[in-house]
Each structure stands twice: as C-alpha cells, then as structure tokens.
C-alpha cells in the first residue's frame, strides 16, 4: 500500500460509516460501496459524524454502487444477514490483490471470504465500538451517532501479507481508531465473541441496554459468559470469563447492542451469525450450553 491508501468500505453503516468519515478526514481517499439511494446522499452530502470521542464534524467521500477500480484495502462492515448481496458489490476481479478485512460479527466468515477473493489477502479483524447510523434505510442523509468512548480494531495477518496489515493498521491509527495486528485469528475472533454473544443475546431477548443486564441478569450473564468461554477454549482460543465479564464495565450504561437495535427496528438479526454460530461450535466439541440455547430458542420463538 502507499503512504495514502485508497480505502474501499463495503456498507456505510454505523461502523462502515465512521470509519470511512474518520479515514476521510483524516486525508485519505475513500469510496463507499452501497446502494443507489445511499451513493446519491453520500455523493451530495458527504457522512456527518455526532461523536462526544472524536467530535463533530461532515466528511466527504466518493460512494458507488460497485468497484470499479484497485483500491489498496476493502474494509466489509456490512451485516451478516446481507453479506452475500453485498460481496456482489465487490468483484474479484476488480479487487485484485487488495487486503480484504472483514469487520462482521462472528467466526464463520472467513471462510467465505476466502472462497471468493485470494485467501493470502483476507485479513479478518474485529471492531469494538458502539456506532449506529440513524435513519439507516437510505432515506436521509448518513449521519453516525458514535456513543462509546472508544473506537479499536484489532486486525489479524496470519495469512496475509503482515506489511500490507501494519500499514493499514498505522493508516487506522493516524484516523484515530486504536488499531493494532494480532498475531492470532482464531483468538481474535473468539475473543470478541466471547464478548459479543452474551452481550447481544441478553440485550436483545429482555429489550434492556447493557447497563440492565449487569444488575438485573446479572446471573445470566455470567453463565452466558462462562458457557461462550468453554467454547472458546475448545476451538483453541482460550478466554478468561473474569475478563470477558470486566470488559462490559467499560461501556455506558445506556449501551445497547446492534442486535438490540436491529430488532427495535424490525431489521433481520445476526442471530445465526452469532447464537447459531455458537451453538454450532459447541456441538462439534461436545460443550453443553444451556442457557445459550435458551436464549436463541426464545429469540427464534419471537419471530427472529
């Protein structure tokens, strides 16, 4: 990559949305890859950012509904409910050999990522940021409300080039955003699942942010904790619970998760992406999850 990367972001939502703003205003060019009514609101109205961490401000990027050129990074924030018709945004071809990171939630996507760009150059990260963009049907203007104190990314390079995984690490860095190579995949992504299951499964089954959750299922939450740990370490990326437990004391109290969010909305949920990837690790190394099943099951039974 050169000294100023050309930063694609496959879907300019509450993640996607920040980062290409911060990367934007922080000098380097950025194309979004969206829908046509979101490229003509990005193409006139740039993406406003509301953030107590990193201000106020409106940032200009280019928006298109495809590819259409080398870039020399890909970052994917989409969901993964629509990740397959987004990757249609993206192609192979065009991509070339331009690093691809993920920034989805759960563990499965790498290997479809990897089936359909250079697996050498699918570098899979995870983001922990509390970021949403409002009104996110593509009828009004982009505007991200950043509410956690804190924007990091952790980026792996187990098979791609690590060069190509610094730079863009220190080009994330220079934006704002605390980034930093990893040197594990699967304890990279089993860490923020660690985090991200209990968190998304119990905000969303009692409708309750996360402040809620630590003193009135409290209980649930531990156990939620304990069983995503067990998995972890089966799977060869060992969680400490006590630590996974702490990390939640870091957010507000307000703090719902974008699971919560989307079922406020009535959006499809990630509950396959994440309960279901879960209990699917669990099942091929034979670990109970009692309340983990529960709680999908009770998801499901509400129509998600």
Same mark, same amino acid.
């Given at each position: 990559?050169?000294?100023?990367?050309?930063?694609?972001?496959?879907?300019?939502?509450?993640?996607?949305?920040? +980062?290409?703003?911060?990367? /934007?205003?922080?000098? *380097?060019?950025?194309?979004?890859?969206?829908?046509?009514?979101?490229?003509?609101?990005?193409?006139?109205?740039?993406?406003?950012?509301?953030?107590?961490?990193?201000?106020?401000?409106?940032?200009?990027?280019?928006?298109?509904?495809? %590819?259409?050129?080398?870039?020399?990074?890909? %970052?994917?924030?989409?969901?993964?409910?629509?990740?397959?018709?987004?990757?249609?945004? !993206?192609?192979?071809?065009?991509?070339?050999?331009?690093?691809? !990171?993920?920034?989805?939630?759960? !563990?499965?996507?790498?290997?479809?990522? @990897?089936?359909? *760009?250079?697996?050498?150059?699918?570098?899979?990260?995870?983001? @922990?940021?509390?970021?949403?963009?409002?009104?996110?049907?593509?009828?009004?203007?982009?505007?991200?409300?950043?509410?956690?104190?804190?924007?990091?990314?952790?980026?792996?390079?187990?098979?791609?080039?690590? +060069?190509?995984?610094?730079?863009?690490?220190?080009?994330?860095?220079?934006?704002?955003?605390?980034? @930093?190579?990893?040197?594990?995949?699967?304890?990279?992504?089993?860490?923020?699942?660690?985090?991200?299951?209990?968190?998304?499964?119990?905000?969303? @089954?009692?409708?309750?942010?996360?402040?809620?959750?630590?003193?009135?299922? *409290?209980?649930?939450?531990?156990?939620?904790?304990?069983?995503?740990?067990?998995?972890?370490?089966?799977?060869?990326?060992?969680?400490?619970?006590?630590?996974?437990?702490?990390?939640?004391?870091?957010?507000?109290?307000?703090?719902? /998760?974008?699971?919560?969010?989307?079922?406020?909305?009535?959006?499809?949920?990630? %509950?396959?992406?994440?309960?279901?990837? +879960?209990?699917?690790?669990?099942?091929?190394?034979?670990?109970?999850?009692?309340?983990?099943?529960?709680?999908?099951?009770?998801?499901?039974?509400?129509?998600?």
């Amino acid at each position: 990559m050169t000294s100023k990367p050309t930063v694609a972001v496959l879907g300019p939502g509450g993640v996607g949305g920040l +980062l290409a703003a911060l990367l /934007s205003r922080s000098g *380097h060019r950025v194309v979004c890859l969206a829908r046509e009514a979101t490229v003509r609101t990005l193409r006139t109205s740039g993406i406003e950012v509301r953030s107590r961490h990193f201000g106020d401000f409106t940032a200009a990027v280019e928006a298109d509904t495809e %590819l259409r050129e080398p870039v020399d990074a890909c %970052l994917i924030t989409v969901k993964q409910t629509v990740l397959d018709a987004a990757l249609t945004r !993206v192609p192979p071809a065009t991509l070339g050999d331009a690093l691809v !990171v993920p920034l989805l939630n759960g !563990v499965e996507h790498p290997v479809a990522l @990897r089936a359909r *760009h250079r697996p050498d150059r699918v570098a899979p990260g995870v983001i @922990r940021v509390e970021s949403t963009r409002l009104a996110p049907d593509g009828t009004g203007p982009v505007v991200i409300e950043h509410g956690s104190p804190f924007a990091e990314i952790d980026l792996t390079a187990d098979s791609a080039p690590r +060069l190509r995984a610094e730079t863009l690490v220190t080009t994330l860095s220079a934006a704002g955003v605390t980034a @930093r190579v990893t040197e594990d995949e699967t304890t990279t992504l089993w860490a923020k699942m660690a985090f991200l299951a209990p968190f998304a499964l119990l905000t969303t @089954r009692y409708g309750a942010p996360l402040g809620e959750i630590r003193t009135r299922h *409290h209980e649930e939450l531990e156990s939620l904790v304990a069983e995503t740990a067990a998995v972890s370490r089966a799977c060869g990326a060992p969680v400490d619970p006590a630590q996974a437990l702490a990390r939640y004391d870091a957010f507000p109290a307000d703090t719902k /998760s974008s699971m919560q969010r989307d079922a406020e909305a009535n959006r499809a949920l990630e %509950l396959d992406a994440i309960g279901g990837a +879960l209990l699917r690790a669990a099942d091929r190394h034979g670990v109970p999850m009692p309340v983990t099943s529960r709680l999908v099951r009770e998801l499901q039974a509400a129509g998600h």
